[in-house]
């Protein structure tokens, strides 16, 4: 598993430098089914997933009341 997380946070670094927008990047990762699920969470893909969307929420947000 941790090979695993560290090959998808390589990936997703490279995607990003290559421009590829974060929302695609989430759209790919979540959803990913593993055997043996976790809590509310289906793979280690899907946890990175839903803590990027947060993040990206989060800045958004943030974004939101600077504009203010």
Excluded: F, Q
């Amino acid at each position: 598993a941790m090979s695993h997380c560290d090959s998808l946070g390589r990936l997703i670094t490279k995607g990003l430098n290559c421009g590829m927008p974060l929302a695609e990047i989430v759209k790919a990762l979540k959803g990913v089914r593993c055997p043996t699920p976790y809590m509310n969470t289906l793979s280690c893909s899907d946890a990175i997933a839903k803590v990027l969307e947060g993040w990206v929420d989060e800045t958004k947000t943030e974004k939101e009341k600077e504009e203010e």
